[in-house]
């Protein structure tokens, strides 16, 4: 079971390297993500994009763009730049998709496009890990980057995504925390109706590989010492492996709040799709990058031996 970066890079180092297709790529940071990821033997690139811009990105990176892992396709527009990346890992040139210096709603018109994208499941959603709290622990948090305000049965496919990359991760039965503002089930709090028949789905095997619980606040998800003071008996009293939040604007904040106030390490990915796409802000660092990749590349390889 991973419980830190440092063992995810490491596991990703132990598998075959994977084929990055990045859409758009002239972005210093991803390509920094890049060569860090070349660096580690972690992946091969194919880089689509206008190719003057991607060679002074590449400068201000430190990446050798004349490197045997690193091919350039040349494509000044954004749209299609974006679609032939998208095609590329479609026809099996690529094992995974990152997104570059493109707006997210251009690179997803491609992803959902019906004969050349890659949806596979009924919902894609994002999947954030963050490193902590606390040593050796790695939390997922689904969904702040792509469902905007779920109803329970897009609830239901995002705790199987989520549950998806945990058990390729070493998780065999992760623990699903259904977030809300408190532990009681309130008529007048929609979140806290919804946790509770997930959490009874999941008690009748209605969402496989998972024990689900819910409603639960944040503190009681994360906290041993926070269950036990408020007196909340249930499957999950701090030891929560993944926090199925409300909506996006909850996860959202809660992704920027960790980063920006606790400085956690974070990385992730968007699932549902017929490969690991590494959708980031364009705020996060290189590092959060790198760890999607490293991610993304784990996600592939265990997605090949299926």
Not at 180 to 192: F, Q, R, S, W
Not at 241 to 248: A, E, S, T
Request: net charge neutral; proline share 4%.
């Amino acid at each position: 079971m991973i419980t830190n970066f440092d063992q995810l890079v490491e596991t990703a180092r132990s598998y075959p390297s994977q084929r990055l297709a990045v859409a758009v790529a002239q972005d210093c940071e991803v390509l920094a993500a890049v060569r860090e990821a070349i660096e580690e033997n972690l992946i091969t690139a194919r880089l689509f994009g206008d190719e003057e811009e991607i060679k002074k990105a590449a400068v201000k990176a430190g990446l050798d763009l004349n490197r045997a892992e690193i091919e350039v396709i040349h494509e000044r527009d954004p749209v299609k730049a974006s679609q032939m990346a998208v095609v590329a890992v479609k026809t099996g040139q690529a094992d995974m998709l990152m997104k570059g210096l493109v707006h997210s709603a251009v690179i997803m018109k491609q992803i959902l496009d019906k004969d050349t994208g890659l949806r596979k499941s009924k919902v894609l959603s994002h999947v954030a890990l963050l490193e902590g709290p606390g040593p050796d622990r790695i939390t997922f948090m689904t969904d702040g980057g792509m469902v905007i305000n779920p109803n329970l049965q897009q609830k239901v496919e995002m705790i199987n995504n989520a549950v998806g990359v945990a058990r390729a991760l070493g998780y065999q039965q992760p623990k699903v925390a259904v977030i809300a503002g408190l532990e009681l089930v309130n008529p007048d709090m929609p979140a806290t109706l919804d946790a509770a028949v997930l959490a009874k789905m999941g008690e009748r095997g209605q969402i496989p590989h998972a024990i689900v619980d819910g409603p639960l606040a944040l503190d009681v998800a994360l906290s041993r010492e926070a269950a036990l003071h408020k007196g909340v008996k249930g499957e999950i009293q701090g030891d929560a492996h993944i926090l199925l939040v409300p909506n996006l604007e909850v996860g959202n904040v809660l992704y920027k709040t960790a980063v920006a106030f606790g400085g956690v390490k974070t990385a992730g990915t968007i699932t549902g799709a017929s490969a690991p796409i590494i959708l980031t802000s364009r705020a996060d660092s290189h590092y959060a990058k790198f760890y999607s990749i490293a991610l993304a590349q784990v996600l592939a390889w265990q997605n090949q031996r299926r």
